[in-house]
Nanobody, 126 residues
Framework: QLQLVESGGGLVQPGGSLRLSCAAS????????IGWFRQGPGKEREGVSC????????NYADSVKGRFTISRDNAKNTVYLQMNSLKPEDTAVYYC???????????????????WGQGTQVTVSS
């Protein structure tokens, strides 16, 4: 059974940093593209960043470009989202998801993903 578990969320002040992890169990991440999505209070789920199975292609939402970095360590079966210069509008539940194939010319969309984690809360507040 494919399982994804997010961790690393928490409360941070504006301008601070967090690193989210997405660990896989029951399958090897090597052949999967991974996406990070978020859903803020009263908002729809939106794509944040995605990375190809090889790690060679990464896409970001305009709102996080230059602040967030997605990476993967297939040896650890884990994908990371490094979030710097956090803003209150980054407050959301963050989810990771796995897909066997995504379009790489644009930011991934949730409909491309079949396996999802349970989410981790990120709160940016002073």
């Amino acid at each position: 059974q494919l399982q994804l578990v997010e961790s690393g969320g928490g409360l941070v002040q504006p301008g601070g940093s967090l690193r989210l992890s997405c660990a896989a169990s029951g399958f090897t991440l090597d052949y999967y593209a991974i996406g990070w999505f978020r859903q803020g209070p009263g908002k729809e789920r939106e794509g944040v960043s995605c990375i190809s199975s090889s790690g060679g292609r990464r896409n970001y939402a305009d709102s996080v470009k230059g602040r967030f970095t997605i990476s993967r360590d297939n040896a650890k079966n884990t994908v990371y989202l490094q979030m710097n210069s956090l803003k209150p509008e980054d407050t959301a539940v963050y989810y990771c998801a796995a897909a066997t194939r995504i379009l790489l010319y644009r930011l991934c969309v949730s409909s491309e993903f079949g396996s999802w984690g349970q989410g981790t809360q990120v709160t940016v507040s002073s």
